[in-house]
């Protein structure tokens, strides 16, 4: 009998889980270049826009953003339009 995954789940920069955000992008020497490459270009507004999507299992997901990178989809994560994410990710 196989086990199917959850849908994937995404996570939303919001001023609640900004700090994480933040620790995150950080800790991570490729998606912090990614994200002031993207900001130098006037391409990305700020951690605002940001979002993650986690695949895997319920126990991966369950883990938030400190699934990153493992659970992270193959896409990676992806930026937002503008002014859907939370005010105070900056």
């Given at each position: 009998?196989?086990?199917?995954?959850?849908?994937?789940?995404?996570?939303?920069?919001?001023?609640?889980?900004?700090?994480?955000?933040?620790?995150?992008?950080?800790?991570?020497?490729?998606l912090l270049g990614l994200v002031q490459s993207l900001q130098a270009?006037?391409?990305?507004?700020?951690?605002?826009?940001?979002?993650?999507?986690?695949?895997?299992?319920?126990?991966?997901?369950?883990?938030?953003?400190?699934?990153?990178?493992?659970?992270?989809?193959?896409?990676?994560?992806?930026?937002?339009?503008?002014?859907?994410?939370?005010?105070?990710?900056?």
């Amino acid at each position: 009998m196989t086990t199917q995954n959850p849908p994937p789940r995404t996570i939303r920069c919001t001023a609640d889980n900004a700090a994480q955000f933040q620790a995150m992008v950080k800790a991570d020497p490729q998606l912090l270049g990614l994200v002031q490459s993207l900001q130098a270009q006037g391409l990305f507004p700020g951690l605002r826009g940001f979002s993650l999507t986690l695949t895997g299992n319920a126990a991966q997901q369950a883990q938030g953003l400190a699934a990153w990178p493992t659970a992270a989809a193959p896409t990676g994560p992806t930026a937002t339009p503008a002014g859907q994410g939370g005010a105070a990710c900056k």
